[in-house]
Every structure is written in C-alpha cells, then in structure tokens.
Nanobody, 116 residues
C-alpha cells in the first residue's frame, strides 16, 4: 500500500521558516516526480514546487527565491524548505508523487499557519 505522509507544518511568525517533509512508503520516491502543492480556504489547489526523478527542480512564482525543494533518497523523503514566510502563505500543503504508467499518489496534507 502506497502512503505519502506530510509533516512539519505548524504556526510560524511572518518572516519565519518551516521545513515540510513528505515521507513515502510502498514506493521508491526517487523514481517519481514529486510536487508540493497548497490549498488555502476558498481557493484552488496550486503548485508550489516540483522535483523530477532526475533531480531537476521547478518553482511556481509563489515560492521562487523563498522555497527550496530537495530529496533525501536514503530516507525516501522529499522536503520543502520554506523561508521568509508571508501572511499569504497559510494553506494546507500537500505532496504528490507521480510516475508515467504508475499513477499519482497524494498525501493527506499538513497545515501551515503564518501569524504574529
């Protein structure tokens, strides 16, 4: 059974940092493209950052210059380091792993709150 578990969310002050983790079981995450997405109340889910199986990264405008996506293949985990958090960053953050012909898997999400 495939499972993605996000963790690391919480409450942080504006300008603060959080590191989100996406830990996988049942699949080898290193051969999947992994993306971080977020969804705020009343808004559509949006892409934040992606990393391919080859390690290439791409960032949506919301995260450029502030967020960094990375892998630790030994831990079967993908991270999202978020710095300089803004009042508009609060959302539920989800990770997704996808691979052609193997499907796409989603985690349950982790809540990020930015407040002073």
């Amino acid at each position: 059974q495939v499972q993605l578990v996000e963790s690391g969310g919480g409450l942080v002050q504006p300008g603060g940092s959080l590191r989100l983790s996406c830990a996988a079981s049942g699949i080898t995450l290193s051969v999947y493209a992994v993306g971080w997405y977020r969804q705020a109340p009343g808004k559509q889910r949006e892409s934040v950052a992606t990393i391919t199986a080859a390690g290439s990264t791409n960032y949506a405008d919301v995260g450029k210059g502030r967020f960094t996506i990375s892998r630790d293949n030994a831990k079967n985990t993908v991270y999202l380091q978020m710095n300089s958090l803004l009042p508009e960053d609060p959302a539920v953050y989800y990770c997704s792993a996808r691979r052609v012909s193997f499907g796409e898997f989603w985690g349950q999400g982790t809540q990020v709150t930015v407040s002073s």
